[in-house]
């Protein structure tokens, strides 16, 4: 079973994949494509929590064998969101790290069920919450076990789709000693911004980003306007890894 510290032994550590699970081939191919570029972790989503029931909800416990096979093909760690606490279970044999959207960040209930799993658990900040109920929210679940992801926060400020408080980041982390990874691709909700975006985090020293990457990003089923594609991602790990270099050699 995988440890957080066995998570945060990469430095930085690169989360990436699709938006959704979409079909077998959509996430074979780029999660081959994604280890190849020293990805370590795969997002592999198939339960979406979407604003509108018309929306694409994500391919379900169906695409539990596509996953597999992605991780028998390319030794990736594979990360699940988790929306109903049975599907923890489900994905008992494939889902190396489990996941809290930040729509769920108050789900107590659920919280409470991941607290029972030894798995790490990625939990991502809610729209609009504080620091301490981001804390909070990791009690339940068991901080030591916990890595926290800033997506971004609802402001008065909506030059992009949220806005990037890498202030809470920071204090979480150095005040409160949780690890803490950042999530571009949600913060800026357009693909010009996400690799700015995950510059800026690099270099305020986080332990790691998540990023959606689509093999054909135009025709995506969810958050098209954001991803970008392996080709994009590529370019983006490379100054990633420069500026880590940089920050931790000071
Ligand atoms: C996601 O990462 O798939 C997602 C929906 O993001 P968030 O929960 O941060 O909105
Ligand atoms: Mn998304």
């Given at each position: 079973m995988l440890t957080r510290s066995q998570l945060l032994k990469h430095k930085p550590l690169l989360m990436a994949g699709p938006c959704a699970v979409e079909s077998r081939t959509q996430i074979i191919g780029v999660a081959i494509a994604l280890k190849k570029m020293?990805?370590?972790?795969?997002?592999?989503?198939?339960?979406k929590p979407r604003?509108?029931?018309?929306?694409?909800?994500?391919?379900?416990?169906?695409?539990i064998p596509w996953l597999l096979e992605a991780k028998k093909n390319t030794g990736l760690l594979i990360s699940t969101e988790i929306v109903?606490?049975?599907q923890i279970e489900l994905v008992k044999n494939v889902s190396d790290i489990l996941w809290v959207g930040a729509r769920n960040m108050q789900n107590f209930e659920l919280l409470k069920a991941l607290g029972k799993d030894k798995r790490p658990v990625i939990l991502k900040r809610g729209l609009i919450n504080t620091v301490k109920e981001w804390l909070g929210a990791a009690d339940y679940i068991g901080r030591n076990k916990v890595i926290l992801c800033e997506r971004g926060i609802r402001t008065?400020?909506?030059?992009?789709?949220?806005?990037?408080d890498l202030n809470a980041a920071l204090v979480a982390k150095h005040d409160h000693g949780i690890p803490v990874i950042a999530d571009p691709s949600h913060t800026a909700g357009?693909?010009?911004m996400v690799a700015h975006l995950a510059y800026a985090c690099i270099a305020a020293g986080l332990d790691g980003i998540v990023v959606e990457v689509h093999p054909d990003p135009e025709h995506a089923l969810s958050d098209k306007t954001q991803q970008v594609s392996p080709k994009v991602f590529l370019q983006m790990v490379a100054m990633v890894q420069k500026l880590h270099k940089l920050v931790q050699s000071k």
């Open positions: 020293g990805v370590h972790v795969l997002r592999g989503q198939l339960w604003t509108s029931p018309g929306d694409f909800q994500g391919v379900g416990e169906e695409g109903d606490k049975d008065g400020a909506d030059s992009m789709r949220f806005t990037l357009r693909r010009d």
